[in-house]
């Protein structure tokens, strides 16, 4: 992965990649007061290129702000056509897209009131979040020691830079002992989610998730998957489970808009099923790329083209 392109948006214009700077005195920076949102691009089976659920990235991104008190200074079709604008000014027909709203660096007070708020959207090439290898085959996981945000203690339905450092100490945690991604318990010891994803188990034919309303992020994919599992008829529980019924799963697999749609094999050091992705998880997954990269007629809400070279876009 590289972070380079040509060029961003930066409050309001589109300026050149190595220009995009901030001091070290920037508020978020040192407070973590801002949002943030992670979004793909996708190449098409036929040719066009789309970015996939830009609306519901977009509203998340106010949502956040909202949830923070933050004012976002440009409306939410400007931002969305500014990540259109980013893609096109880097001529990039697949990416990932980071938004980003964050306070400046006139007063370093916690308060700073007066702080301007300052928006940039990035774009770079980020394949595989969690490998190619683990996007085939399934990846490993570890229970993190350290628990999800409780839902007094910061908004999980906001997407706030903040936040982040409780799961990049979970990734690295586990990272650092060898395993791809660390599953997170609540703060009553039931399964959350992971540090940049949605989890999903199949047991007996049914697949179980997370309540919306437990500590866990609203995903985009995790709705997405909700969706797909409709059509293809496969029955959805949001509840509570605990993390032993994650070591007696049939099937596990993560969602998100980096690790898209990627098997679990192992938790804990424990195979889970037979160690290989389980049908339900190949059939979503299958369902999921068929809509994003392949030639699925389903959802065309979900895809908001930009380049279509066959019509001459
Ligand atoms: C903590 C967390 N949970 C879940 C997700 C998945 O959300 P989405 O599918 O909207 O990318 C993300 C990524 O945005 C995340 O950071």
Redesign the pocket.
């Known amino acids: 992965m590289s972070l380079n392109a040509d060029k961003l948006w930066m409050d309001g214009e589109i300026i050149p990649f190595e220009q995009a700077r901030v001091h070290v005195l920037t508020h978020t920076l040192h407070y973590g007061y801002g949002v943030f ?2 979004i793909r691009a996708y190449k098409r089976a036929s040719g066009e290129s789309h970015v996939f659920r830009l609306k ?2 977009v509203d ?1 991104l106010f949502e956040s702000a909202h949830i923070l008190g933050l004012e976002i200074p440009y409306g939410r079709s400007e931002i969305a056509e500014a990540c259109i604008e980013t893609l096109k000014a880097n001529s990039f027909d697949e990416a990932y897209l980071r938004p980003i709203a964050f306070l400046g660096d006139e007063q370093l007070g916690l308060g700073a009131l007066g702080n301007r708020v300052r928006v940039a959207i990035a774009t770079w090439k980020w394949g595989a979040y969690l490998g190619e290898e683990g996007l085939k085959n399934g990846i490993r996981c570890k229970i993190s020691s350290f628990s999800r945000i409780h839902v007094n203690v910061n908004m ?1 339905k906001g ?1 706030i830079c903040g ?2 450092v409780n ?1 990049v100490i979970a990734k690295r945690e586990v990272m650092k002992a060898g395993y791809d991604e660390a599953i997170m318990l609540d703060t009553h010891g039931y399964v959350s ?6 989890l999903f188990m199949v047991k007996n034919g049914r697949v179980i998730t997370a309540p919306y309303g437990a500590s ?9 998957v909700l969706a797909l599992a409709a059509d293809l008829d496969v029955v959805v529980e949001e509840r509570l489970f605990t993390r032993d019924e994650l070591y007696v799963a049939d099937e596990i697999f993560l ?5 898209e749609v990627t098997p679990v094999r192992e938790v804990d050091d424990r195979r889970i099923g037979n160690g290989r992705p389980g049908e339900i998880t190949s059939r979503i997954s299958e369902a999921f790329f068929d809509v994003v990269r392949g030639r699925s007629t389903r959802h065309p809400e979900w895809r908001q083209t930009y380049l279509d070279p066959v019509r001459g876009r």
């Open positions: 949102e992670g519901e990235h998340r999980v997407k936040q982040y799961s989610e992971c540090t940049g994803e949605n866990i992020l609203g995903g985009i994919t995790r709705d997405t969602c998100g808009t980096a690790a």
